[in-house]
């Protein structure tokens, strides 16, 4: 009872706050989430693991990172390890084949455009189709406008003060920003910025599309727009889209990204936070195996456990 009781409650609270409440210490509590979780993960199976999002998070100050891997089909994670490299792939391979699970059965794979993590994946993951997961795509045009903005703002005082504006789509701006861009967008003003802007927002625009053809179609004229716009930033956006373009392309056909990886990412920084902290690595995997990876420890017997 202790046990079940204090995982539900340290799911809510961090751990120093579920102490004072259970009238217990930190290395006990910590014991039994270690414990509860390594059972109940040596009881996965993940054998009907098909479609896998891999991104990293940071783990602690500094560039201290982990890796998640997440189910995106049972949407939980199912893998965690240090670091953020190709080797995280190989790590993840052999803990599939631990669980029953077979690496040349993982179908399509969105990730980032991290050199390390394509890498490992064509590497460990040979049948894996790789999609490139378009928020971090867009997260590239949306540094080149602000590239473009920083530029111009060093000679034009009207783009002062506007950073936000431009990150922003057009769909989520106030009132008072939409009126501001407006007045920007004059034609008379022909400023880079807004030409830069509007490039973003047709990019977005092609992920409407559904049909395969006309998506491609859509990305080679803005590529072709972008490399001919005289806007530097811009061009070298479109120059890395064109590297990475089968991943990016694979979208319009498996359509899957890591929107749930981020926001377990959120999940885990929020009780980082709250938790101001934690000390090890194998801290950092037991609370996101608690928060995000959906484990059953209904069938573990607490007698066998040593706290």
């Known amino acids: 009872m202790f046990e079940a009781f204090a995982l539900e409650l340290l799911k809510m609270l961090p751990v120093h706050q579920a102490c004072r409440l259970l009238g217990t210490y930190d290395n006990k509590l910590w014991n039994v989430m270690h414990t509860y979780t390594e059972k109940a993960r040596e009881a996965a199976d993940y054998s009907d693991v098909k479609r896998l999002g891999v991104d990293e998070t940071a783990a602690r100050r500094g560039h201290d990172y982990v890796s998640l891997f997440v189910d995106l089909d049972e949407k939980k994670t199912i893998f965690v390890t240090e670091g953020r490299g190709c080797e995280t792939v190989k790590a993840f391979a052999r803990d599939l084949q631990q669980h029953q699970g077979k690496p040349e059965e993982i179908k ?34 949306n540094q080149a406008v602000d590239n473009v903005r920083r530029q111009e703002a060093a000679t034009n005082p009207l783009l002062r ?123 950092i995997q037991t609370i996101i195996y608690m928060l995000t990876g959906i484990l059953d420890f209904s069938r573990i017997n607490p007698a066998c456990l040593t706290h």
């Open 108 to 141: 399509e794979v969105a990730c980032d455009m991290s050199p390390a993590f394509i890498k490992g994946i064509n590497e460990q993951l040979p049948e894996a189709e790789i999609v490139f997961d378009h928020f971090h795509v867009v997260k590239i045009i």
């Open 161 to 283: 003060s506007t950073r936000y504006i431009f990150l922003k789509n057009r769909r989520n701006h106030t009132g008072r920003q939409t009126e501001m861009i407006n007045q920007l967008s004059l034609s008379s003003l022909n400023l880079k910025t807004v030409r830069a802007y509007q490039m973003k927002e047709a990019f977005q625009q092609i992920y409407v599309e559904k049909d395969p053809q006309i998506f491609l179609k859509l990305l080679r004229k803005w590529y072709f727009w972008a490399t001919h716009s005289r806007l530097e930033p811009m061009k070298q956006a479109a120059y890395t889209i064109k590297r990475h373009w089968y991943g990016i392309v694979n979208w319009v056909h498996y359509k899957i990204d890591n929107g749930i990886l981020e926001g377990f990412n959120s999940i885990f920084q929020a009780a980082k936070a709250k938790a101001r902290g934690y000390k090890s690595t194998q801290s």
